[in-house]
């Protein structure tokens, strides 16, 4: 690991340290101030932490400005924060008043240490790792409540959620709580309804599911077509695969047994049935190992812009960000192990160039063998020395995370940063062991030896359910020329510039334009608002000069009044914007 990476794990590390001791330190706040609590978990979050609280009500803003003085004193009085291990029947007496915590250590497997931290007189089931007092505790600050189940089950318990973050320095914090307020602001649900993109209609159609409206599907199908433009250049062949199949490929695969609870699947009487793909791999390893394959056709390179659809517990819905029903932009590379290093390469040149299309920065991490995995070592440490290889000739420095891979293979991670500085996991490029075992996947070498393929996945976009989202935060609704739904406005005057807007809208279709004509029977300054509210790139307005002229007066969102223009200079500053 470089020293730069080593540094961005140290810190990481700290950080994350002092905000997992700032969730005991309002743990034993809440105790202090309200002793008939019972207590959830405190984990550590991105940009934060929470705690779980069983409580009569839902917290208030006052007790917020309590527990936070109760948290100053805490911290002021540094108490250290001290591991100590019990036998089960030990800690199973330790908690005797604590419902939620005796499930939890009745659930740990019989090997599994009991660890318990204690602070002064406040004591917590805990794992850690912990800061060495509770002094080091610098700024924080209480953000939100919400309620939720107890281990995500809506049958269980309704807890009260407190969430709160913390840094190192005022100035930290107060960068932070500006980027939440700047966060809200572009919150992708709101901007979503304000620009017509997307509705959800959790009561009718169930939660998590995403109905496109007609700006949305626009711009849904504008990144989907230049996805699908990028595959053909490097070469991917695309499929389609069903949504619905047998239930004993799924028991093939492992999905039955690892993944069943996140399926949607219809058994019959007899045990058998179908399931709703959660993914589409299953159905590439059918697709490739339907004939005999020879190692003069490798790599297969196949893509899918799949609809998957996951079972998620009800009440984790979130705009576009956590649905049951999405679009993947998968695909599968099944090579020799020769063609291994040059194909993971290429993906991840691939990745680079999109996410730079959309002016992301990157963080990029190796994630290596899980302790739960399958496969021999050496077939390990050839796929961790493909990846890191790969890196040097792509000129990317991974972060290395042992442990962290997925159960089939090693795995190298894209985390994207957006325009507030929020991180995001992104892309991903994985090998797989698994499936070319499980659904027996061979090719025939150079030496007339069957032999399996290596198989690669990679997902650039991931969901473009989600990945929009982003986009709509990220931009603000903004979106460049090139993505947006409505690339131009044309606001005619009066009716009899009806006429000449229906041309001028007409031109611009035939240079690969997307406009919309303005047809209501406003002024022109409230058409201009409106178009403004929607941040369509282009007004073009249309009164008689313009019409006598066979001119445009062109306004931009971002820069105002652009004067009077020909339509074959509109379209030429048009062009090249949208190559930006």
């Known amino acids: 690991m470089n020293e730069r990476a080593e540094q961005i794990m140290d810190d990481s590390e700290a950080l994350d340290r002092m905000r997992h001791t700032a969730s005991h330190v309002m743990a034993q706040a809440v ?10 978990i405190g984990p550590t979050i991105q940009d934060g932490f929470y705690y779980d609280f069983l409580f009569g009500r839902e917290f208030s803003r006052d007790d917020f400005a309590a527990i936070e003085a109760e948290m100053k004193r805490i911290i002021k009085e540094s108490f250290p924060l001290e591991r100590f291990v019990l036998s089960r029947e030990d800690a199973l007496e330790r908690t005797a008043d604590q419902p939620f915590k005796r499930e939890l250590i009745r659930d740990l497997p019989p090997e599994e240490e009991i660890s318990f931290y204690r602070q002064g007189e406040f004591t917590d089931l805990c794992r850690g790792p912990h800061a060495a007092t509770t002094r080091e505790v610098k700024v924080f600050r209480i953000l939100s409540t919400s309620g939720a189940y107890w281990r995500g089950d809506e049958k269980q318990p309704m807890l009260q959620r407190i969430y709160g973050t913390a840094f190192f320095t005022k100035g930290e914090l107060a960068a932070y709580l500006k980027r939440l307020k700047e966060a809200e602001k572009r919150d992708h649900r ?17 939660s998590g599911m995403v109905f496109w409206l007609e700006e949305g599907a626009k711009l849904r199908e504008t990144l989907l077509s230049w996805a699908r433009r990028i595959n053909e250049q490097e070469e991917y062949k695309e499929v389609i695969t069903p949504h619905l199949i047998h239930t004993k490929m799924w028991e093939k695969s492992g999905h039955l047994a690892n993944f069943k609870s996140h399926m949607f699947i219809a058994m019959e009487e007899d045990g058998e049935g179908m399931g709703v793909k959660p993914m589409n791999c299953p159905g590439h390893m059918l697709l490739f190992g339907r004939k005999r394959r020879s190692y003069r056709e490798l790599p297969i390179r196949m893509a899918e812009f799949g609809t998957v659809y996951r079972n998620e517990k009800g ?94 293979g090693p795995k190298i991670d894209f985390e994207i940063e957006d325009a507030l500085g929020r991180d995001w996991q992104c892309s991903t490029i994985q090998i797989d062991f698994n499936l070319p075992e499980r659904f027996n996947l061979k090719y025939v070498n150079e030496h007339d030896v069957e032999e399996a393929p290596v198989l690669i996945h990679r997902a650039i976009f991931g969901s473009f359910e989600r990945f929009i989202g982003i986009l709509i935060e990220h931009y603000g609704g903004s979106f460049p020329l090139w993505l947006a739904p409505v690339q131009a406005i044309i606001l005619p005057i009066a009716d009899r510039h009806q006429e000449t807007a229906v041309a001028l809208a007409t031109h611009l279709e035939s240079a690969g334009i997307r406009p919309k004509i303005e047809g209501r029977n406003e002024t022109i300054g409230k058409k201009i608002r409106a178009a403004e509210i929607q941040r369509v790139p282009y007004m073009l307005v249309l009164g008689d000069r313009e019409a006598e002229n066979a001119t445009v007066s062109v306004r931009h969102r971002d820069e ?21």
């Open 560 to 580: 105002g009044d652009l004067g009077s223009m020909t339509t074959t200079e509109l379209l030429a500053r048009m062009e090249a914007e949208k190559a930006v």
């Open 31 to 40: 105790c202090r101030l309200f002793p008939e609590v019972k207590l959830g």
């Open 190 to 206: 709101k901007l979503g309804a304000r620009l017509g993109l997307f509705e959800t209609f959790p009561e009718e159609a169930g």
């Open 315 to 408: 009440g984790t819905m979130h705009g576009l960000f956590r649905v049951r029903g999405f679009t993947q932009d998968d695909a599968h590379i099944f090579c020799r192990p020769d063609q291994l290093q040059g194909e993971i390469v290429a993906v991840l040149n691939h990745t680079r160039m999109i996410l730079e299309r959309f002016g992301f920065k990157w963080r990029t991490f190796l994630k290596g063998r899980p302790e739960k995995s399958i496969g021999d070592d050496s077939a390990w440490e050839r796929a961790e020395k493909a990846l890191e290889e790969a890196a040097v000739v792509a000129g990317i420095e991974p972060v290395f995370v042992p442990k962290d891979g997925a159960f089939y």
